[in-house]
């Protein structure tokens, strides 16, 4: 029973680190139109290592293992297929042929090339026929060998919208005849802002989980990680916005240990024990900062990572250099103007100037009415009219932005606050 046990917690956690290679390498071989072909190949593999290994035990090298037994079902299908099916238009003619069936697909379906083979997938993920909520979808479905129920938990979302949402998607591929390959040089750049686009929005979701019993999503945040360090390490793009991106990551996840308290309640900055912040990702992120300053241009990536960056960098919450953080607020809004970001300088503005002039600050947002269900707009407020002892417009601050967050764990945290209010 333990080893059974045992065989089955591999092929889970193989599952997540093979599939996004397995489906990459399929997919140069059927085409991404037959992309769901891929993906059931590598279910079928999957499920047929899982009842092998438990009579067999498990292979010296399961990840080997996986690739042949993922050839072999390939050549399989191809050969079940009617005769002249079209597959990925470089090798489709190769694939028509028993004498070069086999060895088309051996070289193709190998872990060779599979940095290569993802950074590819990822861009064909992120084609720029799909909305931004189907290009995350997608990723974490085709890379990340995420479930539909995980997904649609993930970005608060229903298993049917999510399943119609990467049905549609496939569909996209097949009616518009993507290729498995990278976009022209002359729409590259364009292409990668919408592959950072969706790791940020990944890693967003991991660091503060919106409807998950779990604040930090460890897996949400490495996996965006793990894909951004493929895009940094890629000969074929402009790397200066990704390495500005993996400094962002890198800074923040570092916090993550820090984050919460042995009873699972949230710690702010100013609670954290800075003992515990990871010093070598701190310095890792160090590198990627430095390396995106070989760019001509400056993203809102370069930008956050420089607020984080300020944040590693002070000894304590006291010595933090609001005055630098505040700087980089005033240029993120000036070259990205939104409620959101303009909500977080007024924070800044507090720390620095005083809760009345932070409340100034909230009250001058251009389109604040566009935050009336942002729950950090209430929650906000709340914390600075605390701060001037009007603990009555404090509670009701805090009792609206219980009403506005989907987190339990931000609910108990505000729940404090509200009960500390009603102490005073």
């Keep these: ?55 067999n035990g498990l292979p010296a090298n ?12 390939a050549v399989d299908v191809i050969r079940k297929q009617k005769q002249g099916e079209a597959y990925a238009k470089s090798v489709s003619h190769l694939l028509q042929s028993e004498y070069t069936l086999a060895p088309t ?19 064909v993920c992120c084609h720029p026929s799909l909305p931004t909520e189907a290009q ?59 592959v950072l686009m969706a790791i940020y929005l990944l890693f967003n979701e991991g660091y503060n989980s919106t409807n998950h019993e779990d604040l930090i999503r460890n897996d949400l ?4 990680m793990r894909l951004c ?32 308290d042995e009873e699972g309640n949230v710690l702010l900055l100013k609670q954290q024990d800075r003992r515990k912040w990871n010093r070598a990702l701190i310095e890792t992120g160090v590198y990627h900062l430095e390396e995106s300053a070989a760019g001509e241009t400056i ?33 993120l809004y000036q070259l990205y103007p939104s409620p959101v970001i303009a909500l977080n300088r007024a924070i800044v503005v507090s720390e620095l100037k005083g809760a009345t002039e932070g409340i100034k600050a909230i009250e001058a947002i251009h389109g604040l009415e566009t935050l009336k269900n ?23 601050y805090f009792e609206e932005a219980i009403e506005l967050t989907q987190s339990a764990i931000e609910k108990k945290l505000l729940q404090g606050k509200l009960s500390k209010t009603e102490r005073e």
């Design 136 to 194: 995350v979808a997608l990723i974490l479905r085709i890379l990340c060998g995420f479930s539909v129920t995980e997904i649609a938990k993930a970005f608060v979302s229903n298993y049917d919208t999510i399943e119609k949402r990467l049905y549609r998607a496939k569909q996209t591929f097949r009616e518009n005849k993507i290729e498995f390959e990278l976009p022209p040089s002359s729409e590259l750049n364009n292409r990668v802002e919408n």
């Design 374 to 396: 942002y729950y950090l707009l209430p929650a906000t407020l709340g914390e600075l009219y605390w701060r001037l002892k009007e603990y009555d417009k404090a509670r009701e």
């Design 105 to 123: 697909v051996n070289e193709l379906v190998n872990d060779k090339t599979i940095d290569d083979d993802r950074l590819r997938m990822m861009f």
């Design 62 to 73: 399961p990840s080997a293992w996986l690739f042949t037994a993922a050839r072999n079902k």
């Design 299 to 331: 993203s809102k990536y370069h930008i956050e990572a420089g607020i984080a960056y300020e944040h590693a960098q002070a000894r304590d919450y006291d010595h933090t250099n609001w005055h630098n953080i505040l700087n980089c607020y005033n240029l």
């Design 1 to 55: 029973m333990q080893q059974s046990s045992t065989i089955e917690q591999t092929v889970d956690h193989l599952f997540r680190h093979e599939w996004g290679k397995l489906v990459a390498a399929l997919t140069k071989v059927f085409g991404v139109h037959n992309l769901q072909l891929a993906e059931d190949v590598v279910q079928d593999t999957l499920l047929k290592a899982l009842d092998n290994w438990k009579i």
């Design 229 to 260: 360090e493929l895009v940094c390490r890629s000969p074929s793009v402009q790397h200066a916005n990704a390495h500005a991106l993996m400094a962002l990551m890198c800074f923040t996840s570092s916090r993550n240990a820090a984050r919460m």
């Design 221 to 224: 945040m490495n996996e965006a």
